[in-house]
Nanobody, 119 residues
Framework: QVQLVESGGGLVQPGGSLSLSCAASGSISNAITMGWYRQTPGRERELVATITNNGSTNYADSVKGRFTISRDIVKNTVYLQMNSLKPEDTAVYYC?????????????WGQGTQVTVSS
C-alpha cells in the first residue's frame, strides 16, 4: 500500500501564499495520476489539481492561474503552490494518487492538512 503524507498547511491572510507537500512511500513515477483535493464541512471532496504520468496538469476553474501542481521524482514528492489565496480556499487539502493494480487501478489518500485563509 502506498502511503501519502501531506504537510505545509496553516493559517495565511487573503492574498498570501502557501506551499503544500505530499511525500509518498511508493514511487510517484509509477502513478497514473497524482493530485490534490480539498473538502470543507458539509461539502463533497472536490478536485483542485492533478498531474498525469506524462506531466500534463489539470486545475479546477476556481484555482486556475493561482495554484500550481508539480512533482519531484527524486524526492518522491508532489507539491501544490498556492498563490493569491482567498477565504474560499479554506479547506482540508488531501493528496491523492492513482496507481496501477493488476489489470485495473487503485487510489490512495493522505490524511489531509488544514489550510485556513483569514484575516
Amino acid at each position: 500500500q502506498v502511503q501519502l503524507v501531506e504537510s505545509g498547511g496553516g493559517l495565511v491572510q487573503p492574498g498570501g501564499s502557501l506551499s503544500l507537500s505530499c511525500a509518498a512511500s511508493g514511487s510517484i513515477s509509477n502513478a497514473i495520476t497524482m493530485g490534490w483535493y480539498r473538502q470543507t464541512p458539509g461539502r463533497e471532496r472536490e478536485l483542485v489539481a492533478t498531474i498525469t504520468n506524462n506531466g500534463s496538469t489539470n486545475y479546477a476553474d476556481s484555482v486556475k492561474g493561482r495554484f500550481t501542481i508539480s512533482r519531484d521524482i527524486v524526492k518522491n514528492t508532489v507539491y501544490l503552490q498556492m498563490n493569491s489565496l482567498k477565504p474560499e480556499d479554506t479547506a482540508v487539502y488531501y493528496c491523492n494518487g492513482k496507481f496501477p493494480f493488476w489489470t485495473t487501478t487503485t487510489q490512495y489518500w493522505g490524511q489531509g492538512t488544514q489550510v485556513t485563509v483569514s484575516s
